[in-house]
């Protein structure tokens, strides 16, 4: 790693346990490590229940780790952090604000005059392909559309570091294939570090520099995967590459260890 | 090209007898409704008159309509029709504004503070159960025969209703949402503003509709218990004086206030709700 750059996220020795109702204690992460770098696409994959949202939180400041420190940019993470940017897996755009409210948000809560705000957002209304929808509540706008309205929301804010739980698994396939086309394009110019959760490995190794696989819970991190497939990268075509099916192949074998390991446990 | 122009004009005769259907459909209901509404009335109206049924304490529908039309032309037994209806609205109508707003507020605030709402829903739960009618007499000893205690008795009606609405309405608001607009900025108050309130807002709504009715109750029980004018007062008069006809023409005059309350709430309701999708289960 670069001496002269900071990481942007690091977690040390991270734990993070539940209390269930029955009083047992839940562990969700045990001793977890892991370090990104400044502009990184980092990609976790494992099986579900893993904990890997859990993981997300605690980037996010949204909940505060048991043991353990997770640090954003070398310093210890306090709260929720303006230099993050969250995506979810469900729909979190606010179904009473039409879109141009919703892109809009962001920057009026950062305390931006309202003119301002207002032209950054129809800038990135634009960027994402939905101008002319600025007036439509997400209700009237399909999930695909919907998922672009939350790409523009977050990216407004322009993260260093950019948190994606799961969110492109309730598309269907040719619509998360373009999705997944348009965040690395938005990734790309904006140069912010990503870490993206998801369950589906291909997705991952389309999109990540490296690819984490957890074990199942309490989650560790198993191996870091680097991918060296070069960029841009075509997101429809890569995946039928020999280096492609190589690379899946080999974190495939040591996923597939874990759901088989997660079905035993249960 | 004969083909497509074919399949193309084919669907249209189906839709229109759809709409045709609907139409004669809603034409049947209202034909339905109002044979319902002559069959009541004139049922009632035959049976005073066949000596089946005793006008002295049921009415009669023919008498009801004359004894509105001598209150709207020569006043009532206590005053002006008129100033009576705008009594009880003018208590109603304040009662209801005042513990509306006191119920969102204390809603809200119990709704977003763990502690506030540790502390007090014990006692709200208490309160809640109390039957808050009979406060009414309290108020008529402690604020006397005038508007002030029947203003009281329907905010006391209208709070727990409201507020019981808007504070589930708080504790309902979708994690998610509440997630999504810290990550992007948003302070408490701009979290309450931006998410709390608008989710809550259907829930505040839905309790406003049942709540003009409590404060019309209120209202009129207040007037009942103790008044110098109202139409609790014309109905306790009517009652008074073995007048049947004039409690059920007061009746009347009170349910067309609601009804026409509750028209004016939709109508507000549907301007601060437009980002609803259209429910398809029509009325």
């Known amino acids: ?266 | 090209m004969a083909e497509t122009t074919l399949s193309a004009s084919h669907p249209q005769p189906r839709i229109e007898t759809m709409v045709e259907r609907m139409r004669r459909h809603n034409r049947l209901v209202m034909a339905l409704r109002l044979a319902v509404l002559v069959v009541l009335i004139g049922g009632w109206e035959l049976g005073v008159r066949f000596g089946l049924i005793d006008p002295f304490f049921f009415g009669q529908p023919s008498a009801i309509a004359l004894k509105l039309a001598d209150w709207f032309q020569n006043g009532t037994s206590i005053g002006p029709l008129w100033k009576q209806i705008w009594v009880t609205i003018y208590e109603a109508g304040a009662g209801f504004l005042i513990g509306a707003v006191l119920g969102v507020l204390c809603g809200i605030a119990l709704g977003r503070n763990q502690l506030l709402s540790d502390v007090f829903s014990i006692y709200i739960k208490v309160a809640n159960s109390i039957p808050r009618v009979v406060l009414g007499s309290i108020f008529i000893v402690a604020l006397g025969l005038g508007a002030a205690s029947k203003v009281a008795l329907a905010v006391v009606m209208v709070f727990f209703v409201v507020f019981a609405n808007a504070f589930q309405g708080v504790r309902e608001a979708d994690k998610n949402l509440i997630a999504n607009a810290r990550i992007l900025g948003a302070s408490n108050w701009q979290v309450t503003r931006a998410v709390v309130i608008p989710s809550a807002l259907s829930w505040i709504l839905a309790s406003l509709h049942v709540s003009f009715g409590f404060a019309l109750v209120g209202a009129i029980v207040g007037e009942f218990l103790g008044a110098r004018e109202g139409m609790g007062l014309l109905i306790a008069t009517a009652q008074g004086s073995f007048d049947s006809n004039g409690v059920f023409a007061a009746m009347i005059v009170i349910a067309v206030v609601a009804l026409i309350a509750e028209w004016i709430l939709t109508l507000i309701e549907n301007r601060l709700l437009t980002w609803r999708p259209e429910t398809t289960a029509g009325e």
């Not at chain 1, 977890?32 to 997300?56: M, N, Q, R, Y």
């Not at chain 1, 559309?145 to 492109?168: C, S």
């Not at chain 1, 140069?191 to 696989?213: G, M, P």
Request: proline share 6%; net charge negative; hydrophobic share 45%.
């Open chain 1, 1 to 266: 790693m670069d001496a002269t750059s900071p990481t942007a996220v690091e977690l040390k020795h991270v734990a993070r346990r539940f209390v269930t109702p029955t009083g047992e204690i839940l562990s969700a992460l045990e001793d977890f490590d892991l370090t990104i770098a400044p502009g990184e696409f980092f990609a976790i994959v494992g099986p579900t229940g893993c904990g890997k949202s859990t993981t997300l939180g605690l980037i996010a400041g949204l909940a505060k780790p048991q043991a353990g420190e997770v640090t954003l940019f070398d310093a210890p993470v306090d709260g929720v952090d303006t230099r993050v940017g969250f995506v979810f897996q469900q729909d979190a755009v606010f179904p009473w604000r039409n879109v141009l409210g919703n892109v809009m948000a962001g920057p009026l809560f950062r305390g931006q005059p309202r003119d301002k705000a207002e032209a950054e957002a129809r800038d990135w209304i634009t960027r994402v392909g939905l101008k002319g929808f600025e007036d439509h509540h997400p209700h009237q706008l399909s999930g695909g559309m919907r998922k672009r309205v939350a790409l523009a929301q977050t990216f407004i804010n322009h993260p260093k570091v950019l948190l994606m739980d799961e969110p492109f698994s309730a598309l269907d396939v040719q619509t998360r294939e373009l999705m997944q086309e348009e965040l690395l394009q938005l990734w790309s110019q904006s140069k912010s570090a990503v870490l993206f959760v998801t369950h589906d490995l291909d997705e991952a190794i389309l999109l990540a520099d490296r690819v984490a696989v957890l074990t199942t819970r309490p989650a560790r991190v198993k191996a870091v995967h680097t991918i060296d497939l070069p960029r841009p990268r075509d997101v429809a075509t890569l995946r039928y590459d020999e280096g492609f099916i190589e690379i899946a192949r080999r974190i495939s074998d040591d996923l597939r260890e874990e759901v088989l390991r997660a079905r035993a446990g249960h």
